[in-house]
């Protein structure tokens, strides 16, 4: 079965840092190509936050978390991490990472086109 599964989540004071993982399992090589991390705040429509490429570990950056956040995996491609700093209030949202083996990062603008979701995990940025 594949699957994703996202953790790392929490409540942080403004100013304040994260990890977030998504850890793939069940994915063959040709099923797992890029990474994407998304967010959804209460009322607003799910958003394309940052991707990795597992072929060539590029990556793509929303402008408002540019310089901010930092996508990366490790050695096994396994698992894909956002590290979250400068949290702001207006991050706070449910975090998913996704995966679809016909997209691209370039496509993360249309979070209803990727297949493959985790079950999210909830960021609090709030003093």
């Known amino acids: 079965e594949m699957q994703l599964v996202e953790s790392g989540g929490g409540l942080v004071q403004p100013g304040g840092s994260l990890r977030l993982s998504c850890a793939a399992s069940?994915?063959?090589?040709?099923?797992?190509?890029?990474i994407g991390w998304f967010r959804q705040a209460p009322g607003k429509e799910r958003e394309g936050v940052s991707c990795?490429?597992?072929?060539?570990?590029?990556?793509y950056y929303e402008s408002s978390v540019k310089g901010r956040f930092t996508v990366s995996t490790d050695n096994t491609k396994k698992t894909v991490y956002l590290q979250m700093n400068s949290l702001k209030p207006e991050d706070t949202a449910v975090y998913y990472c996704a995966t679809d083996s016909e997209m691209s990062c370039s496509d993360i603008d249309e979070p209803g086109w990727w297949d493959y979701w985790g079950q999210g995990t909830q960021v609090t940025v709030s003093s």
């Open positions: 069940g994915f063959t090589f040709d099923k797992l190509h890029n």
């Open positions: 990795i490429s597992m072929y060539d570990l590029s990556t």
